[in-house]
């Protein structure tokens, strides 16, 4: 055995110095139009650091939300007058226009003809339509409250619970009182380290008594979101708000069972059609949706925004590309003289061909190393303005820069490569710069 291994190590010894010789010309010769290979670089650089950056920003997203969507019970399901492909139809209005208003008593209907469903909790949101309420507190004023009218069954419904105080019960809907649940945003906005609980806050000018304080939920930016919850029980919402918030009544349903949720939905819709007098040939005037639909619609836009990024990236790796053939292309003219040289005192053609093919490859290998860095650095910079955004960079990815780049060096380093291996040695010698 080590009879052979010391043939084989003998045979590829000069195959190792031709590979050293290629590799020590091709960096010196990078070295020699250093000003030319960095702008030639810049293309393949924003190509690969925009792959980094998007996967890295997708991955943390496509877990935040995934991490968001599992807090909800799988049990459940939301009964809505339009689903997501209507907010994005553009005539979101119209929809509604033809779609008549939920009422209370389809909740009745659904506790009592729909044996798969557990728990029926109706919601009203106050900010659909009309203007965002004002929240204040002596004087502070909440940024981006959201007022919604519940009962007692949302909180299980959507996973919610409450860290300080109670929750609304069945008598502060039954009796309209002026109580209300805050969420973590409007508690530090309004009473930053005083106790909120038995404070009276005032919303568009009535007074509600702070009865509870929900859990502090991560979110991607700054803005609305369920840390922006002001919670008041149901009757009472539907005491104080505008008949163009009544309209936009919402439900959600929760079933005994996870596998029972297909069931609870068939028995939902079939109430729902029939109180709506809806005829077999008619399609829903109403909308349900579930979590795993919510985490289906997100991968169907990150996958959009994904696609349209790496379209923006391959322009970034072909104007690359078309740098490293140009700056090939003037490297062989330079080095005509030498590569006639080269051949007269034995240099084959695919000593040449493998030079500069070596060197393209190396200068788009090394643009590559350092969008792969640049995009990570981009993507920690992103998290650390976004902390609740956590960057996945994974490593198919870095190795998917790094793979592509060198691959572009080649592809576009072949023409000029096989050009240059092509030239006569005597034709060579002769030509004048």
């Not at 909800?72 to 779609?99: C, M, Q, T, W, Y």
């Not at 290998?365 to 650095?377: E, K, L, N, Q, T």
């Not at 994974?394 to 691959?407: P, T």
């Amino acid at each position: 055995m080590s009879r052979y291994w010391f043939w084989f190590s003998i045979r590829m010894q000069p195959l190792k110095q031709e590979a050293r010789e290629t590799l020590n010309l091709a960096i010196s010769s990078i070295g020699q139009h250093k000003f030319q290979s960095a702008l030639t670089l810049l293309g393949i650089i924003i190509g690969v650091a925009t792959v980094i950056v998007v996967v890295s920003v997708i991955e943390g997203l496509n877990n935040t939300v995934a991490t968001a969507i599992q807090r909800l019970s799988p049990n459940i399901f939301i009964v809505a007058r339009a689903g997501f492909e209507d907010f994005g139809s553009g005539n979101f209005e119209e929809v509604l226009r033809k779609r008549p208003p939920f009422k209370p008593e389809d909740v009745l209907a659904i506790r009592q003809f729909c044996p798969s469903v557990k728990v029926v909790s109706p919601f009203h949101t106050s900010n659909l339509f009309s203007r965002p309420p004002i929240v204040s507190y002596g004087n502070e004023e909440a940024q981006n409250p959201i007022v919604r009218g519940v009962d007692p069954f949302y909180m299980d419904a959507t996973g919610h619970y409450v860290i300080e105080g109670r929750f609304i019960t069945d008598a502060d809907s039954l009796h309209r009182r002026e109580v209300c649940v805050l969420g973590s945003a409007i508690v530090d906005g309004l009473f930053h380290n005083i106790d909120p609980i038995g404070k009276q806050i005032r919303i568009d000018g009535r007074a509600f008594e702070v009865i509870g304080v929900l859990e502090h939920r991560e979110v991607l930016i700054e803005g609305p979101s369920e840390n922006q919850l002001v919670l008041i029980p149901f009757g009472t919402f539907t005491k104080y708000a505008n008949e163009r918030d009544l309209e936009f009544l919402q439900f959600i349903c929760s079933a005994y069972e996870p596998s029972q949720v297909d069931q609870a939905i068939e028995e939902v819709t079939n109430v729902l059609r029939r109180r709506r007098n809806l005829k077999a040939d008619e399609p829903d005037n109403f909308t349900t949706f579930t979590p795993d639909q919510f985490l289906q619609i997100w991968h169907q836009v990150s996958d959009g925004i994904f696609l349209v990024m790496i379209v923006i990236a391959s322009i970034g790796l072909i104007v690359g590309g078309i740098g490293v053939m140009n700056i090939m292309l003037v490297s062989v003219t330079e080095r005509t003289n030498e590569i006639g040289i080269r051949k007269t005192v034995g240099a084959r053609r695919r000593d040449i061909l493998g030079q500069f093919l070596v060197e393209a490859m190396i200068l788009t290998g090394f643009g590559g190393i350092v969008g792969i860095v640049s995009g990570i650095s981009i993507g920690l910079l992103i998290q650390f303005f976004f902390p609740s955004l956590k960057a996945g960079f994974s490593v198919w990815s870095i190795i998917s820069g790094l793979v592509v780049s060198v691959s572009v060096g080649l592809f576009f380093g072949i023409w000029p490569a096989n050009r240059a291996a092509r030239l006569d040695p005597i034709q060579a010698l002769r030509y004048e710069r």
